[in-house]
């Protein structure tokens, strides 16, 4: 009886993965894996070999060619490591990793010579920035990309999450060693598309920064789980550029910067286009380890940001708890941002930040040297902690431009183990705040 139960159970698994043929016949219900309505193949049905080592560039090609002429369905990446270089996804597609399966990007070998790695393709600066982040020109596109598309999802089972890890040793190297000519991949970027879903996965050791959706909507990034080591070059978790209606939760990180930064564009690039960011809700976030910032605004905003709201984070493990960081040049604007019932710990700058002098001028921004407005405005911090054990090194410290002071700033029901704070160009109001007396600019109430 145990050995026909085992067998019940392993069977529509095994008839669903060995179907998936080259054609788009058979029965179209949900999915097994995710539940998406339409045909579901398997990576090795297109000759994938999951022995980490084979470069599988060309059986997920196939396999995303086939989701496609299908009009939508599930790709499943089962029993093995799948070494791939970057790929495209399609629209109306699942991807699905189990957890026993794994996508790694190429060895160093197969990368080929650095520091151009060859089979890495170079695509287009972002139109926001102009160029590169790191670098004048083009940049390296994506390990997993998609432009254009709709209804898109990378996740997992909800009990045995999936793997894509970046292999980004090789591309650190060279940019630690100063050879690196072209900015670096990232791990996830997804451009001008919507609905997409990133859920139910470890995400490993990407190039630059992990989760990039860029100019999109929709977006929905939740039970995730971002590592890489502790001095990885931006190395950042999720950033959200030019985006709208995004909702992050349920996330831990561990890395070499940023948490989570919003993004919106770089100086004359990012304000000319002039595409914001905006009504971002992001909850139950934890840093198990960064030197950068839990929650940052920027400093590449210049498209401007807005209507954002951070609660029920633990940023325990953090360089800076809460920073909006910009400069003279960046122009945009940021306004409605509302955090909420966040832990800080052992914070090496302030635990509330709001910096106007923070950022490096665009490069390619060769005849724009005039600094731009750039408004900061209507921030609020409501119930913001000190883990047990811990202390910030301030408690907050707001310097605004003289040409754009920080404007109706609300700090409420504050209460952190420093009471040390730095304020400049700040308006705004305090309650229930130990040591807010002491900024310049705000009045209790």
């Not at 009886?1 to 179209?28: N, R, Y």
């Not at 198990?288 to 951070?310: D, K, L």
Request: net charge negative.
């Amino acid at each position: 009886a145990a050995q026909f139960s085992i067998m019940a159970f392993f069977l529509p698994v095994f008839a669903v993965m060995t179907s998936a043929s080259a054609t788009c016949a058979g029965p179209h219900s949900p999915s097994l894996f995710g539940g998406r309505e339409g045909p579901t193949f398997n990576i090795t049905s297109f000759g994938g070999v999951g022995d980490n080592s084979t470069l599988n560039t060309k059986a997920f090609e196939a396999a995303v060619d086939k989701i496609q002429s299908c009009g939508g369905g599930t790709l499943v990446v089962d029993g093995g490591v799948f070494v791939t270089a970057p790929f495209n996804m399609t629209s109306h597609m699942t991807l699905f990793i189990t957890g026993n399966g794994a996508i790694q990007g190429p060895s160093v070998k197969q990368l080929g010579p650095a520091p151009d790695f060859p089979l890495w393709p170079v695509v287009p600066a972002l139109p926001s920035y102009g160029q590169g982040r790191d670098h004048i020109g083009a940049r390296r596109t994506s390990l997993i990309h998609g432009e254009n598309i709709t209804d898109v999802i990378v996740t997992g089972d909800a009990t045995a999450w999936g793997l894509i890890d970046g292999n980004g040793y090789p591309w650190w190297d060279v940019h630690h060693s100063k050879d690196e000519t072209v900015t670096r991949g990232h791990l996830i970027e997804f451009m001008y598309s919507s609905g997409i879903e990133i859920s139910n996965i470890r995400l490993r050791n990407s190039p630059f920064w992990t989760v990039h959706p860029y100019m999109s909507t929709d977006i929905v990034v939740k039970n995730i789980d971002i590592w890489a080591p502790k001095d990885s070059p931006n190395t950042d978790g999720v950033d959200p550029d030019s985006c709208v209606n995004v909702h992050i939760e349920n996330f831990t990180y561990h890395g070499g910067d940023d948490v989570i930064a919003i993004k919106s564009g770089w100086d004359c690039f990012g304000y000319k286009l002039g595409w914001p960011t905006k009504n971002l809700f992001i909850k139950n976030v934890t840093s198990i380890y960064t030197r950068a910032g839990g929650t940052a605004i920027g400093s590449e905003m210049s498209g401007g940001v807005e209507n954002v709201t951070v609660e029920d984070c633990d940023f325990t493990q953090t360089g800076t708890g809460l920073y909006i960081k910009y400069s003279a040049f960046r122009g945009g604007y940021v306004k409605d941002i509302h955090y909420r019932n966040v832990i800080i710990g052992n914070a090496t700058g302030a635990a509330l930040k709001i910096n106007g002098y923070y950022g490096s001028k665009n490069p390619s921004c060769t005849h724009e040297d005039k600094p731009v407005p750039c408004p900061v405005g209507n921030v609020t911090y409501d119930g913001i902690s000190q883990a047990p054990g811990t202390e910030a090194q301030s408690l907050i410290d707001f310097e605004g431009l003289p040409t754009n002071t920080i404007e109706n700033v609300q700090v409420t029901n504050v209460h952190l183990g420093t009471q040390k704070v730095d304020c400049k160009m700040v308006s705004g109001t305090y309650h229930n705040v130990p040591g807010a007396e002491n900024c310049q600019g705000l009045k209790p109430i």
